[in-house]
């Protein structure tokens, strides 16, 4: 603990360090991950290459793709440039699987009503089938946030400034409470991520709390049977 007051600085630097080379990477793979996600979905061979290559990028070590990265990209071995891509290809990996996921779990009749309604694929995508996939997309974004964090200390290795720093400092000094602390503050880091990811994804789909609490008076329980209410004509009550 004496430590720790005595380096605060220094770990609250590393901390916003680590918190930026986790974040523009997952932020870059969602956006990413979206459209060739929706390819795939209308595109069955797609499909198939694109949930095979994911697969075979995560299975990449993290430290040989710091590695090689450079050279590929003309960086230097200690640029932040070679994380982020790096874990944007990490989180991109795991993304499209849950975009994919996401995608599918969009109740089919809804999206055939949005058709039924007037709307263009483009925006019938925007409009209904994003929206109506967020609770499954931020379970996977959740995920890649927790991998990303952890990823990221591996750079350390390297010499790119990290909470990892404090890994290989303490066992370099061989002083446990340094490395005790660079664990805590990337628990902590991970934790409050998901926090963060948990309010989003309540701001952005305030109908499933609608929802939960209508299924208890209505059985209208879900954002598909809200769609599908706005769907009909209003001549009177009725469930969804």
Do not use: C
């Amino acid at each position: 603990m004496e430590w720790f007051l005595a380096n605060t600085d220094t770990v609250l630097e590393r901390a916003g360090q680590h918190m930026l080379l986790a974040i523009v990477p997952m932020i870059l793979g969602l956006v990413i991950s979206i459209p060739l996600a929706q390819l795939a979905r209308q595109n069955r061979p797609l499909r198939s290459v694109v949930l095979t290559a994911s697969s075979l990028l995560y299975t990449i070590p993290s430290l040989a793709l710091f590695i090689i990265l450079p050279t590929i990209l003309g960086t230097r071995i200690l640029d932040p440039l070679n994380v982020v891509v790096a874990l944007t290809i990490y989180a991109v990996a795991l993304l499209v699987r849950a975009a994919l996921d996401a995608f599918d779990s969009v109740n089919e009749d809804v999206s055939q009503a949005a058709v039924a309604m007037g709307f263009k694929p483009l925006a019938r995508f925007l409009r209904v089938d994003l929206p109506l996939s967020l609770p499954v997309l931020f379970a996977g974004l959740r995920v890649v946030s927790v991998s990303n964090i952890s990823l990221v200390s591996v750079a350390a290795l390297l010499g790119i400034g990290n909470l990892g720093m404090l890994f290989t400092s303490g066992l370099q000094r061989d002083f446990v409470t340094e490395i005790v602390v660079g664990i805590i503050a990337i628990l902590v880091l991970a934790l409050l991520m998901d926090a963060l990811l948990v309010l989003l994804e309540r701001l952005f789909t305030p109908w499933e709390r609608a929802g939960k609490r209508g299924s208890r008076q209505s059985g209208a329980g879900t954002a598909e049977g809200a769609a599908r209410q706005l769907s009909k004509p209003k001549t009177g009550g009725g469930n969804a």
